[in-house]
């Protein structure tokens, strides 16, 4: 049976749920069937699931809360949402979580010690930072984690339950989904994606994106760097871009992902940590087994290195050279394009060069293409991996053209353009297509590093524009103040959610032998302001001084004040940088 066609697991998820908020216990009454059987109940005091028959009676003593809720995603206490639909997958309704609510199941803490409830406490503010959670979607019909070429290949296993076809790596509630499938709620399950989901449509043409964010080594710009000893790397992300057209359906995938060694960066307050490679011996074995791993997903692989040649990024790239030079072969090729030494901050024109580089490639793995009558032509059977430092900024404008490439390729294949046609002669597509692409790069930005991508608007309108380079340079400042002072909370409450992490009570929180002031505190968070401020009204100063050179003077005098406060903060960085974060150890 074709994967793509409409979901058949033998228990459908319930998509609609009343909520009922009893003062014991949760229940969850499924209403899009004309008569349920049982019903979900969850105990407050402790979490333990049933199903049960029958609602309990409401009289004048019990008159829980209802209302309507739309999934239930997992459980660390108890998570639900609401939701807003946003479009379709190969025909399927796709929906955004709107809303994430936590359903506290600890009454029992009230008779627990105080160092618990203490610790409980501290729990708590790392799931309700949850509630913000960006980026996350679902299907009760189709499984996003999956790509258009893998639903196809299901088969058989297309009639299993949603949560049992997902792909673990993009399964983003797979560790609060346990306690459910423990308890064969498989009509509960609702397989949770994050990434983004965009598409543009026009009268000839639609073209959609689809970002798949790796859980494995899930986390925030500064605290998730590199690979881990197993080979899964930071802000690891599947893009696919999927063309529908004259009844036609096409696929191409890219994946991104940090280089992948041993390799941090220690936030430590200053604008751009130096790089430092851990366990180097180790370096080649760990790349050796991501491109394996690459390699038995989607066969063929090119890594795309855009970063310098030259200081700290050179040092790391040159680690990275000599490790693929083990790796190397028939079918994993190495591509090294010093982004910034060739396009510099404008020319990103000249990432022509880099595709010369990697048009064969292209041509011979092609992408995954679908008849008129569901048919598959032809398969995609390598994959281009692109990397930057951060995996954001350089990587998205080259995967932006990757993908505008391929789009071209596909419409001359289907019979929409000629052999001789681009995508920059349909001014309608080709806008809209960069305005996908552009906030496609915003979207996985944010949920990596809390701000916008850089280099926008050139991905957004083909060219670098004064307002796009000192939005760029409001958004390093605010990147500098999240990585310092916001990162490391929304971490931990990363890994808590994947379950990285476990409750150890032997670590506490900062030693009262060495109390920090919160005079202390409250002045470092003034200087990093003045810093902030600073660097960017100066940047504006300069702006401005094309038109009055007073604004010279103007920009000396911010950028002094910012050097002064600058010092500040160094001196009161080693408090706070150096902490050990909260309460956690490794499973």
């Given at each position: 049976m074709d994967g793509t066609e409409k979901g058949n697991s033998d228990k459908k998820l319930y998509a609609r749920m009343r909520l009922w908020e009893f003062a014991d216990k949760y229940i969850f009454e499924p209403i899009d069937n004309a008569i349920a059987d049982s019903y979900?109940?969850?105990?407050?005091?402790?979490?333990?699931?049933?199903?049960?028959?029958?609602?309990?009676?409401?009289?004048?003593?019990?008159?829980?809360?209802?209302?309507?809720?739309?999934?239930?995603?997992?459980?660390?206490?108890?998570?639900a949402g609401n939701r807003e639909c946003v479009g379709t997958y190969l025909g399927h309704p796709i929906y955004k979580v709107s809303t994430l609510e936590i359903l506290p199941c600890n009454m029992s803490v009230d008779?627990?010690?105080?160092?618990q409830k203490k610790m409980e406490a501290e729990f708590s503010t790392l799931l309700y930072a949850a509630e913000k959670t960006h980026g996350l979607y679902f299907s009760y019909e189709v499984n996003l984690t999956l790509c258009a070429q893998r639903l196809h290949e299901l088969g058989g296993e297309s009639?299993?339950?949603?949560?049992?076809?997902a792909d673990p790596r993009?399964?983003?509630?797979?560790?609060?989904?346990?306690?459910?499938?423990d308890n064969n709620l498989d009509p509960?399950?609702?397989?949770?994606?994050?990434?983004?989901?965009?598409?543009?449509g026009t009268n000839i043409i639609d073209v959609s994106l689809i970002a798949r964010r790796c859980t494995r080594r899930t986390g925030t710009r500064m605290w998730r760097r590199g690979a881990d000893l197993e080979g899964y790397v930071a802000n690891f992300v599947e893009t696919e871009q999927i063309l529908q057209a004259n009844g036609f359906t096409a696929s191409f995938l890219q994946v991104r992902g940090s280089i992948p060694l041993l390799w941090e960066q220690i936030v430590d307050l200053t604008y751009k940590p130096p790089f430092q490679i851990v366990q180097p011996d180790e370096g080649p074995r760990v790349a050796r087994r991501h491109f394996m791993d690459l390699v038995k997903r989607y066969n063929s692989v090119i890594a795309v290195n855009l970063v310098n040649k030259h200081g700290g990024e050179g040092r790391l790239s040159e680690r990275f050279a000599q490790a693929m030079e083990t790796i190397s072969n028939d079918i994993i090729r190495y591509v090294h394009f010093d982004f910034h030494a060739i396009c510099g901050h404008i020319h990103f024109e000249r990432l022509s060069l880099l595709y010369d580089q990697i048009e064969d490639f292209l041509k011979k793995n092609s992408y995954f293409l679908l008849d008129v009558d569901g048919e598959k032509v032809q398969e995609q059977s390598g994959v281009v991996r692109t990397n930057c430092i951060d995996c954001l900024d350089r990587t998205n404008v080259t995967q932006s053209m990757i993908g505008g490439k391929m789009l071209e390729s596909?419409?001359?294949?289907?019979?929409?353009?000629?052999?001789?046609?681009a995508l920059s002669a349909y001014s309608v597509i080709d806008t809209c297509f960069k305005k996908m692409w552009a906030n496609h790069g915003d979207d996985i930005s944010i949920q990596y590093s809390g701000t916008s991508a850089l280099k926008g608007d050139f991905v957004r309108f083909g060219k670098r524009t004064i307002e796009g380079i000192v939005k760029d340079g409001i958004n390093s400042l605010v990147r500098y103040y999240l990585n310092n002072f916001a990162d490391g909370i929304k971490q931990d409450s990363t890994d808590l959610l994947q379950g990285h992490y476990i409750l150890s009570t032997s670590r506490g929180l900062a030693s009262p032998s060495q109390p920090v002031g919160l005079g202390a505190f409250a002045s470092m968070r003034v200087a990093s302001g003045v810093v902030l401020a600073g660097v960017m009204f100066a940047m504006l100063s300069v702006r401005q001084a094309q038109y009055d050179r007073r604004h010279l003077l103007y920009a000396l005098f911010w950028v002094s004040l910012s050097i002064g406060a600058a010092s500040v903060v160094k001196a009161y960085g080693r408090m706070f940088t150096n902490k050990p974060r909260l309460f956690i150890s490794r499973h």
């Open positions: 979900l109940s969850i105990s407050r005091a402790d979490g333990s699931m049933a199903l049960i028959g029958e609602l309990p009676q409401c009289g004048q003593m019990q008159s829980p809360k209802v209302r309507l809720v739309f999934g239930v995603i997992g459980m660390l206490r108890l998570i008779s627990s010690s105080v160092e009639k299993l339950p949603l949560w049992r076809q993009f399964l983003w509630n797979g560790y609060m989904l346990e306690a459910l499938i509960y399950l609702l397989p949770v994606m994050q990434g983004n989901i965009l598409s543009l596909q419409l001359k294949q289907i019979g929409i353009f000629g052999d001789a046609d």
